[in-house]
């Protein structure tokens, strides 16, 4: 018996949509998503409204191997301030689900850092005496974290976690681990961003 054209033409294409979707749903969850900039916490690094594309292949190998995905220092990353699983280690202190941040990694598990008279000094076995790591990321004075960085801190990294910060650092600006937000535990790391995909003229990779 052999099905009428109408028929296998709109199986063909409910076969077709099912296969796009969960390519789409694949492609978002294991290897790349999207995200908009809203406001001016990463200024002049990032600005409101650029479309920035986040790396989800270096994160979904490293759980595939068993492992926590640990960034690199100074990468720009996008993490959940919110639960994403049941793991409490995992909720935010402001309790807000499903709002997604993104931030610079400043230092990390052990690490000493400090803000005091407008800067902010990491301190570690490799550099026990500080370092302000800024001026590797200043590519100029219009791209990179801002020379002032307002607020008095000196904590030390809790294990498991990432003190991150925004680029533009002066009062209230940027909601970070300096004022309020606090460190962030490894599991809500959602990626590091790999390109600004728009505007056109500021395309850059990362």
């Known amino acids: 018996m052999q099905r009428h054209p109408l028929v296998k033409d709109f199986l063909s294409l409910v076969a077709?949509?099912?296969a796009v979707a969960l390519?789409?749903?694949l492609l978002n969850t294991f290897v790349f998503r999207s995200y908009n900039v809203v406001g001016g916490s990463m200024e002049n690094t990032l600005l409101n409204d650029d479309r920035l594309i986040v790396n989800r292949l270096t994160v979904s190998w490293a759980?595939?191997?068993?492992?926590?995905y640990v960034p690199q220092?100074?990468?720009i990353i996008v993490f959940a301030n919110g639960s994403s699983s049941g793991d409490l280690t995992c909720s935010a202190p402001t309790g807000i689900k499903d709002q997604y941040i993104i931030k610079r990694v400043i230092a990390f598990p052990g690490e000493r850092v400090q803000v005091k008279d407008g800067v902010m000094t990491v301190y570690n076995d490799e550099h026990p005496d500080g370092i302000v790591y800024d001026t590797e990321?200043?590519?100029?004075?219009?791209?990179?974290?801002?020379?002032?960085?307002?607020?008095?801190?000196?904590?030390?990294v809790p294990?498991?976690?990432l003190f991150v910060s925004g680029d533009n650092r002066e009062g209230s600006n940027s909601y970070d681990s300096r004022n309020g937000l606090g460190t962030i535990p490894?599991?809500?790391?959602v990626g590091p961003i790999s390109l600004r995909l728009f505007?056109?003229?500021?395309?850059?990779?990362?």
Do not use: M, Q
Not at 199 to 206: A, C, G, H, K, S
């Open 137 to 156: 990321w200043r590519i100029a004075s219009d791209n990179g974290p801002k020379e002032y960085t307002s607020g008095e801190v000196d904590l030390v």
């Open 16 to 18: 077709f949509v099912g």
């Open 23 to 25: 390519g789409t749903f």
């Open 199 to 206: 505007p056109l003229d500021r395309f850059r990779l990362f």
């Open 73 to 75: 220092r100074g990468d």
């Open 63 to 68: 759980h595939f191997l068993g492992k926590e």
């Open 159 to 161: 294990e498991g976690e």
């Open 186 to 189: 490894y599991c809500r790391v």
